[in-house]
């Protein structure tokens, strides 16, 4: 996935820095529907699932659950320029989004649900939803947690599969082969990680050879995670606390 590089200009709108989900909320209030349309997709791309099942954890059925992320993004993010309330130099956007996101439930539940109607607007759309299934780790979380996992679990997806396609691109097949055997199955599935030498047999392949191409697949996991979580964040610093929260709230629910 790859996020737009270009920057705001002078002329009393947003330095020149290194853009952020700020720029891109921005984005989605623009007039230029091409520019709004992208904008919102990359939201949406990684923060319809956490939006969703916080809503679902929430007690709403799937159905209501659907209306209201749909909702959440068109009335909040758009109807309310969720850009022009937000503060960089107060933290990162999860954070910003998902306090956004409790007030708006919060005035759902005290609004009478027969006067609830869908957005009018298809700017966005939730056609993966019917084929999402809330991983069972999220089912029994409280819905601020479930949002931060799904926000975690969504990332983490959205980096392995970049990096698994440059690996594949670059003539690389088998250092991700042995990268995800060794280092990404064990993470996800919580299970002891295989013995090195043991892997390599079947693939013709040294120890000391696969351990350098582990080495080489997980610099580019390291620099495509930051690359990723830099736009979510209002300063450099907060990348490495980002990274430290992604990696608390995957290990804390795979020790459950």
């Not at 319809?48 to 679902?56: E, T």
């Not at 659950?65 to 309310?80: C, H, I, S, Y």
Request: with cysteine.
């Amino acid at each position: 996935m790859a996020y737009g590089s270009e920057h705001v200009g002078a002329q009393g709108q947003l330095p020149s820095f290194q853009p952020t989900r700020w720029t891109i909320i921005h984005d989605a209030q623009t007039e230029n529907t091409s520019r709004r349309k992208a904008a919102l997709g990359q939201i949406f791309e990684l923060y319809w699932k956490p939006v969703y099942c916080y809503i679902c954890r929430k007690g709403y059925s799937h159905e209501e659950a659907e209306d209201l992320t749909q909702g959440f993004f068109v009335d909040v993010a758009l109807g309310k320029a969720l850009v022009q309330q937000a503060d960089r130099n107060k933290g990162r956007f999860r954070s910003f989004l998902l306090t956004a996101l409790t007030h708006y439930t919060a005035s759902i539940h005290r609004r009478d649900r027969t006067q609830r109607r869908s957005p009018g607007t298809q700017i966005v759309s939730l056609d993966g939803v019917g084929s999402f299934t809330i991983p069972e780790p999220a089912t029994s979380l409280t819905p601020e947690d479930a949002f931060h996992y799904m926000w975690a679990a969504t990332l983490l997806d959205q980096v392995l599969a970049e990096v698994q396609e440059e690996c594949v691109r670059d003539g690389k097949p088998l250092h991700w082969q042995i990268f995800d055997a060794k280092v990404v199955e064990p993470i996800l599935s919580g299970s002891p990680a295989p013995d090195l030498a043991s892997l390599c047999a079947p693939l013709g392949v040294e120890p000391q050879k696969a351990s350098n191409m582990i080495a080489t697949v997980k610099r580019r996991f390291e620099a495509t995670l930051k690359r990723h979580i830099s736009p979510l964040v209002s300063e450099d610093a907060e990348i490495a606390d980002e990274i430290a929260d992604l990696h608390k709230i995957l290990s804390s629910r795979r020790a459950r």
